[in-house]
C-alpha cells in the first residue's frame, strides 16, 4: 500500500472525505503509471514506407530488450560531409517494425495526409521563422563571447609561462591580446546548433508534410508475407536479423549480438509452393560458401498442412564443388 494513502486512511477524517482521498490517490498512481508506459513505447515514425527510430531512448530499448538491430542514416552535426560514422535517425526493418507493433511494444507516430489542408497561415509561419532567426542570432553572440574569453585564457595562460623568459616574446603576447577585441572574429559556419530529433518532424512546411504522409502498412503479397514470418520465427529462436541485400539473401543470422558475433547464415525467404531455378540456387550456395557462411532456403508452413512440423521449413546449402 501506498505510504501517503496508509496516512490518509488511519487519521480520521470528516465524514467522506477519506473516500474522496483514497480516490484521488488512485487517480494520481493511475496517471503515473500511464505516462511511465507511454514513455516506455517505441515510437516508430514512418517516413514514406521507412520506419526510423528517432529518440535515443527508443534506439537504445529495442536493441536491447527486443533484438532490433537497424542501420543508422542519419550525419552527424559536427561531421556532416563524411559517411564512416553515421548518427540518428535509426532505419530499421519493414519485419521488425510489424512485429513490434503487433506485439504492443511499439507504436507508429502518423503524420497527417497529404488530403489534408495545413491549418497553419503564413503569417505564423513568417512570425515561427523570425523567432527561430532571432534564437540563433542571440546564441551565435553568446558563443562569440565564449570563444572570445576562452582565447583571452589562453593568451594569459601563455604570458604567465612567458614572465621569467625574455621580454620581446611577452611584450608581442600582450600586443595581442590587447588587439584581440578587434581582430577576432567567429565564423558562423563554426556555432554549434541544436537538433531537435527527440521530436522529429517538420510540421512547418506543407511540402514535407505532404511528402512524409505515410502508406502504412504497405500492401502484402505473398514474398512480403514469407519474409515476416521468417523473421518472426527467428526471432521466437533467439536469432539477431539484419539486411543481407549484398549477400543476395533476405536477413542475415546471427546468433547473438552483431557487436559480438558473425553471421552464420544467410537466410532466403521464399513461399512453399515457389519454384527456383536451379542456377539461381547454385549462384546463392557459392556466394555463402565464399563469404563463409551456410544459406538458409525458408519456407513458411501452410498452415493446412498437417504432415509438416514447424511454423517455417529450413533447408541448409552448402558448396562441395563441382561433380
Given at each position: 500500500m501506498d505510504w501517503t494513502t496508509t496516512q490518509l486512511v488511519g487519521k480520521s477524517l470528516p465524514n467522506g472525505q477519506d473516500v474522496k482521498c483514497r480516490d484521488r490517490e488512485s487517480a494520481i498512481t493511475k496517471t503515473d503509471q500511464g505516462n511511465a508506459a507511454k514513455d516506455r513505447t517505441i515510437q516508430i515514425s514512418i517516413c514514406g514506407s521507412t520506419p526510423l527510430l528517432w529518440r535515443s531512448v527508443d534506439i537504445k530499448q529495442s536493441r536491447d530488450e527486443v533484438g532490433v538491430i537497424g542501420t543508422l542514416i542519419g550525419s552527424l552535426a559536427r561531421q556532416p560531409r563524411q559517411n564512416n560514422r553515421l548518427g540518428r535517425p535509426l532505419e530499421i526493418l519493414k519485419e521488425e517494425a510489424r512485429l513490434l507493433l503487433e506485439t504492443g511494444e511499439a507504436t507508429d507516430v502518423r503524420h497527417p495526409d497529404k488530403s489534408k489542408k495545413v491549418s497553419e497561415s503564413?503569417?505564423?509561419?513568417?512570425?515561427?521563422?523570425?523567432?527561430?532567426?532571432?534564437?540563433?542570432?542571440?546564441?551565435?553572440?553568446?558563443?562569440?563571447?565564449?570563444?572570445?574569453?576562452?582565447?583571452?585564457?589562453?593568451?594569459?595562460?601563455?604570458?604567465?609561462?612567458?614572465?621569467?623568459?625574455?621580454?620581446?616574446?611577452?611584450?608581442?603576447?600582450?600586443?595581442?591580446?590587447?588587439?584581440?577585441?578587434?581582430?577576432?572574429?567567429?565564423?558562423?559556419?563554426?556555432?554549434?546548433?541544436?537538433?531537435?530529433?527527440?521530436?522529429?518532424?517538420?510540421?512547418?512546411?506543407?511540402?514535407?508534410?505532404?511528402?512524409?504522409?505515410?502508406?502504412?502498412?504497405?500492401?502484402?503479397?505473398?514474398?512480403?508475407?514469407?519474409?515476416?514470418?521468417?523473421?518472426?520465427?527467428?526471432?521466437?529462436?533467439?536469432?539477431?536479423?539484419?539486411?543481407?541485400?549484398?549477400?543476395?539473401?533476405?536477413?542475415?543470422?546471427?546468433?547473438?549480438?552483431?557487436?559480438?558475433?558473425?553471421?552464420?547464415?544467410?537466410?532466403?525467404?521464399?513461399?512453399?509452393?515457389?519454384?527456383?531455378?536451379?542456377?539461381?540456387?547454385?549462384?546463392?550456395?557459392?556466394l555463402g560458401s565464399n563469404v563463409k557462411k551456410t544459406v538458409l532456403l525458408c519456407s513458411p508452413r501452410d498452415p493446412s498442412d498437417s504432415q509438416v512440423e514447424g511454423d517455417v521449413v529450413y533447408s541448409s546449402l552448402q558448396w562441395s564443388g563441382m561433380v
Open positions: 503564413g503569417e505564423s509561419h513568417l512570425n515561427a521563422v523570425q523567432l527561430y532567426q532571432a534564437r540563433l542570432d542571440r546564441s551565435y553572440e553568446e558563443q562569440c563571447s565564449l570563444a572570445l574569453e576562452e582565447k583571452k585564457a589562453v593568451l594569459h595562460r601563455v604570458m604567465d609561462e612567458k614572465q621569467n623568459s625574455n621580454e620581446g616574446p611577452e611584450r608581442a603576447v600582450r600586443e595581442r591580446l590587447c588587439s584581440l577585441e578587434k581582430s577576432f572574429s567567429f565564423p558562423r559556419s563554426a556555432m554549434a546548433v541544436q537538433l531537435c530529433t527527440a521530436r522529429a518532424g517538420f510540421s512547418h512546411c506543407p511540402e514535407e508534410l505532404a511528402f512524409l504522409a505515410a502508406d502504412w502498412p504497405e500492401p502484402r503479397d505473398k514474398h512480403s508475407e514469407a519474409r515476416f514470418r521468417v523473421y518472426k520465427d527467428l526471432r521466437r529462436k533467439g536469432f539477431y536479423l539484419t539486411a543481407a541485400g549484398k549477400f543476395g539473401g533476405d536477413y542475415l543470422v546471427y546468433p547473438g549480438d552483431p557487436l559480438r558475433f558473425h553471421a552464420h547464415f544467410i537466410a532466403l525467404c521464399m513461399p512453399m509452393d515457389e519454384s527456383s531455378p536451379l542456377s539461381d540456387i547454385l549462384t546463392i550456395a557459392r
